[in-house]
């Protein structure tokens, strides 16, 4: 954290890929589960895949075309990091769907066959009844190029189709451009989104196993504890004042005991899975040895004897004597205890319910499928009727819901900012899809913008942009399809999109900066509604070069037009009218000058200013710190957010401001005996200015409410976390007051501090 090394340009290593093939390899021998280390093995083999391609130069860490000879349409296999593997994603052995097309087409097993053959009169037949059906599915944007050929044909596009053959065909030996066949699915242009599909459902249910301590509980109470009560009943028959055993046994008494072992050496050979009844120190033990003596002819020894006698009375004086009324409705409710239906048993039921849905959806009607057992299902099973499908197996079932995206969070099936970033694809494909005027091409394109994010982003340097789906070849070949662009006049617009994602995440997730995933999503929605402004996303400080993009500027401005003059600018000390003149002399040179200018040095050096690091030392932390301060200039597109797309969240401003302090509240105390906890100390400081941001949307009364209201919350939490928040407190109470922070973060008197994550010194909040 400490580095002082001169600046250099950045080089990448092979230093990252050997340190995960070693951890690879050691997960490979040593874990426990077999197919972990399967797993690990496989991953261990891509790396080695990675390290050989960066040895023998077929790959270029850093570049858009990181595999010699692809251009960066191509979909690239990548691994963690963003490193390529070499290979690409559409190419290696012929799959499943390939091999099958082939027979079907009579054409030999081979990609430039099947691809020459797709551009035939059938072969172009059967790519139109695909388009018409949507029976196909998507896996890589490679495997809609066929399907926009067609598309382009039967539309008298002719022109477009050839150039778009052109392109694909020096790859057509090598990549796969077919489509899978698949059932269309209902939800997939949609308002619903599944986190989930049924058959992932199905995997979850069907890995349950019984419960092992469950089902040896569950025949105790079924079958042991009832035994044993005929034995305590059968033994008390012999009893005089209490007194096991006063007089010699009868006949009849010695028969009835014979019959007792007799049924007790069925029931263990049935009923397996409890051994308490074995142990002879047990009282079900004692019992049953001690007749076994008796109907065997053999007195008892006085040791023996006492054992009895000890167990007999330590059973009724527990339980009561069988049959009292006491006695009676303990074994009553017992046997309602083993009645109820184990959990895998309905694990079992739940699995033939979900056996009749589409299997690759989502679930549009969880509340039928969690409702009680019926008759029916009764009847065919053995279960009890009315009986209730458990949480445990419910939320396996909920994980797969297909509803609107705000539903699946108050159900908490998106449980943070990442995991909705990950479902936000979905939306986003139908909204992007729907300026395309014909319903075919509509399919074809959202299929591909889904399978086009699930595209592993690159390492890239020199501030290089990830390709974008506007970039494949099919997807511009048919640009001209779209229509002009849909505003918030249309509830299915990319704007109106926009609006209902950004309320949703800021309203989930206020304490968490938006992740870039949804960043991403985000950007491709402000680009279709030509919101006139970028997003922008959170750089890496261990790849970063020391400059920025010009959307950073950009947005900067938005916030200067949103904040000046608030609360937020005065805590954190900025000076929103002078970065607005400096935007607006930048849009006015970049109108004469060069505007495709990939940085900006004005901006990256004012923040290198304000986090006091000078260019000519590099580190990873001073690296964060201006990072840090871009990320305050701009609010990490908070400001994007409320000024150009107009978010309102339902709950106000104060509400998130308060949620997010709980959020400070919480990280900080993960603080208190952490190793690490420069991490958890960069989540506070950014869930802190998400704070600060939504308390300067508040009037001044609820500007002071608030702060009247921090010492109730702080109190909730261990003693630790006012002490460590005490200086973070004190500076925003300050500068309430209208008092300031001096250049270093720090008040002119006492402890108050500037709350800012990444520093190149020991954090004051450890």
Not at 39 to 63: C, F, H, I, K, Y
Not at 482 to 508: F, H, I, P, Y
Not at 672 to 678: A, G, T, V
Request: hydrophobic content about 45%; some cysteine.
């Amino acid at each position: 954290m400490n580095d002082n090394a001169e600046q250099q340009p950045l080089t990448v290593t092979t230093s990252y890929p050997e340190s995960l093939l070693a951890q690879a390899f050691v997960t490979a021998l040593t874990h426990e589960d077999a197919d972990t280390r399967q797993r690990a093995e496989a991953r261990g083999q891509r790396w080695r895949q990675v390290l050989a391609a960066m040895t023998a130069g077929r790959v270029t860490v850093g570049s858009r075309t990181p595999v010699t000879g692809f251009p960066a349409w191509v979909t690239p296999e990548v691994m963690r990091g963003g490193f390529s593997t070499g290979a690409m994603s559409a190419g290696g052995p012929l799959q499943a769907h390939e091999t099958d097309a082939a027979r079907a087409f009579g054409v030999p097993a081979d990609r430039r066959a099947l691809f020459a053959y797709c551009l035939t009169e059938p072969g172009l037949a059967r790519l139109w009844d695909l388009l018409d059906s949507g029976g196909y599915e998507v896996g890589l944007p490679e495997e809609a190029a066929l399907l926009t050929v067609a598309w382009l044909v039967r539309h008298g596009e002719s022109d477009a189709a050839a150039d778009l053959v052109a392109e694909l065909e020096p790859f057509a030996d090598r990549l796969h451009f077919l489509p899978r066949p698949a059932v269309a699915s209902a939800s997939a242009a949609g308002a619903a989104v599944h986190r989930r599909t049924v058959s992932d459902a199905v995997d979850t249910l069907v890995r349950r196993r019984p419960n092992a301590a469950v089902e040896a509980q569950r025949e105790a109470l079924a079958v042991w504890q009832p035994f044993g009560d005929e034995l305590l009943v059968h033994w008390l028959r012999n009893a005089g004042d209490g007194q096991v055993l006063e007089a010699a046994p009868g006949a009849d008494w010695l028969a009835r005991g014979e019959a007792l072992l007799g049924r007790y050496r069925v029931l263990a050979a049935q009923h397996t899975l409890c051994t308490k009844h074995r142990k002879p120190k047990e009282n079900l033990g004692i019992l049953r040895g001690a007749l076994e003596e008796v109907v065997a002819g053999r007195r008892l020894e006085a040791r023996r004897l006492g054992l009895l006698r000890h167990a007999v009375r330590s059973m009724v004086g527990r339980r009561g004597l069988p049959g009292s009324e006491a006695h009676t409705a303990l074994r009553r409710d017992q046997a309602g205890q083993a009645a109820r239906p184990s959990h895998y048993a309905l694990a079992q039921l739940m699995l033939g319910r979900l056996a009749v849905l589409p299997q690759d959806d989502g679930i549009t009607d969880v509340t039928a499928l969690l409702s009680p057992v019926g008759g029916e299902e009764s009847r065919e099973t053995g279960l009890p009727a009315g009986a209730v499908v458990p949480a445990g197996i419910g939320d396996a079932v909920e994980s797969a819901m297909s509803a609107p995206l705000d539903t699946l969070v108050e159900r908490g099936v998106v449980p943070s900012a990442e995991v909705m970033a990950e479902l936000v694809p979905q939306l986003v494909a139908a909204a992007t899809a729907h300026a395309y005027g014909d319903e075919a091409l509509r399919g074809v394109m959202a299929a591909n913008y889904r399978a086009f994010r699930n595209r592993r982003s690159l390492l890239l340097l020199d501030l290089a942009q990830q390709v974008r789906v506007e970039e494949l070849p099919w997807v511009r070949a048919v640009s001209g399809q779209r229509s002009a662009v849909l505003g918030a006049s249309d509830d299915e617009g990319a704007l109106a999109v926009l609006r209902q994602l950004g309320e949703v995440a800021v309203q989930a997730f206020p304490g968490t900066i938006l992740p870039n995933p949804l960043v991403r999503e985000f950007g491709v929605l402000g680009r279709d509604c030509d919101l006139g402004v970028p997003f922008v996303e959170e750089l890496a400080a261990d790849i970063f070069m020391g400059t920025f993009g010009p959307k950073f500027l950009k947005a900067a401005r938005v916030a200067a037009e949103l904040l000046r003059g608030t609360l937020y600018e005065r805590y954190y000390g900025i000076d929103y009218a002078a970065i607005r003149n400096l935007a607006i002399v930048t849009a006015g040179r970049a109108l004469t000058g060069s505007p495709g200018a990939r940085s900006h040095p004005g901006f990256a050096a004012l923040c290198a200013e304000r986090a006091a690091v000078t260019s000519r030392h590099w580190s990873v932390a001073a690296n964060g710190k201006v990072i840090e301060q871009a990320q305050i200039l701009t609010t990490h597109n908070l400001a994007t957010l409320v000024d150009r797309v107009g978010i309102a969240p339902r709950s106000g401003w104060a509400d998130l401001a308060d949620r997010c302090f709980v959020t400070v509240c919480r990280l900080t105390a993960r603080v208190h005996h952490n190793p690490r906890p420069l991490r958890t100390i960069k989540d506070a400081a950014y869930a802190w200015r998400q704070m600060m941001f939504y308390l300067s949307l508040c009037p001044p009364a609820e500007q002071r409410r608030f702060l009247a209201g921090l010492e109730a919350e702080v109190a909730r939490h261990p003693a630790h976390v006012a002490t460590r928040l005490a200086p973070a407190l004190a500076g925003l109470a300050l500068v309430v007051e209208g008092a300031a922070f001096g250049e270093d973060g720090k008040a002119e008197a006492g402890r108050a501090r500037r709350f800012t994550g990444w520093t190149t010194e020991r954090h004051w909040m450890r």
